[in-house]
């Protein structure tokens, strides 16, 4: 009996033994199959994207009262179209890019907002609020400016009558935050002008390809909006002279450049669009963008001195609320070395602490303390800064 027991227990140990084996072996299966069910799927949409016809993009112009919609296809006409079932209607609105299927018969899909590269690089004022009156220490510059870039705006007919040429570009140069967007920006507001400022930097780094069109682009958005002021900061970055044109990217600045160039001999001196150039790198220039005709008007802008810092000084003082413990001719003559906007963030700066201390005026010792955290910050931002850059 103990035997049969004994034995009994034997096999029921090894078919439980058997079926631990057997339901492992099942798990590692179901494990190996639904991996190979994923790597399926992955090949099987693989060969979808590859067989599938490519879409069409286009752009939404108007929402039809019985749902089909009328897009400008990137590839042509004008098409009226259904939108497929699976699109969420109400994502739908006019200017959003969607894309049609093959035939361009419907919308299957609505694209991702994205910007027009123009728009991206560009800041349009339609009038700027700057005053001459809010520069400080420029006034020999601001009066030459006003020369050559307001008074063609303004009188051309004067310009005409006594048969007198001006600029049609000019380029202010100097070191980086003495004034020369404000500068522009005033003189844009002036004369009455729309202000356009691009950042040549953004286009060269931004739009491979698309340089010359963004140039192109810029004009005819100033034409338009005539009178204007084209404002191009940082014009080294398209106008720097070349040696080597071996990379595709420096190519592609060339073109922007000439592009550039095209779009002011296509001026008259007299027109009324007008351009200003602004670079702290005049001595890396190329030439071809100061022969005459071209950028031929150099306006320097230099960082200030005492007496140009006393006058930035007390543009910003007479908006704050300063006891008469500040001293601006003491103030001006620590400074040195200072541009318009250090001396801005001075006076910040001084405004910041008195706030910290909860002072509700701002002293002499605000501006002391202020100073000594501008100069250690200051003097190593300096180094990269201006240090070899400007001459
Ligand atoms: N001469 C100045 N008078 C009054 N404020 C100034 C002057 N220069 C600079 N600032 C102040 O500093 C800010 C920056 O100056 P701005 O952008 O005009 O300098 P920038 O010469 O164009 O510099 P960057 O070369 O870096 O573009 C101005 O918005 C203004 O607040």
Do not use: W
Not at 27 to 54: D, G, H, V
Not at 79 to 92: T, Y
């Amino acid at each position: 009996m103990s035997d049969e027991l004994d034995l009994s227990r034997d096999t029921s140990v090894s078919d439980e033994h058997t079926i631990r084996i057997l339901e492992e072996k099942i798990r590692a299966m179901q494990i190996e199959t639904e991996s190979l069910r994923k790597e399926l799927n992955y090949y099987k949409s693989e060969m979808e994207k590859l067989l599938s016809p490519p879409l069409i993009e286009a752009v939404v112009l108007d929402v039809l009262e019985d749902g089909r919609l009328i897009v400008k296809s990137t590839s042509g006409p004008n098409l009226v179209v259904n939108v497929s079932d699976n699109v969420d209607f109400s994502s739908i609105k006019v200017g959003k890019y969607v894309a049609l299927n093959q035939r361009g018969s419907a919308v299957v899909e609505v694209l991702r907002d994205r910007e027009d590269p123009l728009v991206r690089s560009m800041e349009v004022i339609e009038r700027p609020n700057v005053k001459y009156s809010e520069i400080g220490g420029l006034d020999q510059q601001i009066q030459e400016v006003r020369e050559v870039i307001e008074l063609p705006l303004k009188k051309p007919d004067l310009f005409k009558e006594l048969g007198i040429i001006p600029p049609k570009g000019i380029l202010l140069y100097g070191p980086p935050g003495t004034g020369k967007t404000m500068l522009a920006k005033a003189v844009a507001s002036e004369s009455n002008a729309s202000f356009i400022h691009v950042v040549a930097s953004e286009f060269a780094q931004k739009f491979v390809g698309e340089g010359a069109r963004v140039v192109r682009d810029v004009f005819e958005l100033a034409r338009k909006k005539a009178p204007s002021i084209v404002f191009i900061d940082e014009i080294d970055a398209i106008g720097a002279k070349r040696i080597d044109l071996g990379t595709s990217g420096e190519r592609e600045v060339q073109r922007t450049l000439m592009q550039l160039l095209a779009e002011i001999d296509g001026f008259q001196p007299l027109d009324n669009v007008k351009i200003i150039a602004a670079t702290n790198r005049i001595d890396i220039l190329d030439p071809a963008l100061l022969r005459p005709g071209r950028f031929d008007r150099l306006i320097e802008i230099p960082l200030p001195n005492i007496e140009g810092r006393k006058q930035i000084l007390k543009i910003y003082l007479q908006k704050m609320k300063i006891d008469a413990s500040v001293n601006i001719d003491e103030l001006a003559l620590i400074t040195e070395g200072f541009s318009g906007a250090d001396v801005k963030n001075l006076c910040t700066e001084a405004g910041y602490i008195a706030i910290r201390e909860d002072s509700k005026i701002i002293k002499m010792a605000h501006f002391r303390l202020a100073m000594e955290r501008l100069r250690t910050k200051k003097l190593s931002k300096d180094v990269i800064d201006r240090g070899e850059k400007y001459v």
